[in-house]
């Protein structure tokens, strides 16, 4: 997910954009509403301001499977973990089912950092809810 300017387009409320699409252990799934292309995975981008300040919310691909989960502090994304998408395994072996990290800071000019390993800390936080969202998810 490179280049700053669908950042700053998905920089505002998420209005009447999106959609509750389902629900899992309480926390919406939700999608955008118009997608323009279907084959963008940026339409599928759950947005980075929330009205809500301090909830989360999951995201479904295009082939309807969920692949993120955004946290949101002070009405802003905070922390995404992701999978369905792999940064460190070698080519062609990629293991979709490994959940890892992105962090969200505003201060910098491409907010959303470079995908880094999930700690053990976070994995025990949330592996409860990534193993009702697909058993297959690990660390
Ligand atoms: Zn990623």
Redesign the pocket.
Known sequence: ?GGGSWYRAGMRPESNQYRKIGEIEGIKVISKIEKRNLKDPREFQLPTYSHTADTMYLAQNEKGQINQLRIFTNNRAAI?F?WT???FSEKGKEDIFRV?V?EWDFSKEVPRSV?RKITDAEWELYKDLFKKIDKRLHK
């Open positions: 997910m995404d992701d998408h792999d940064h890892h992105h995908a």
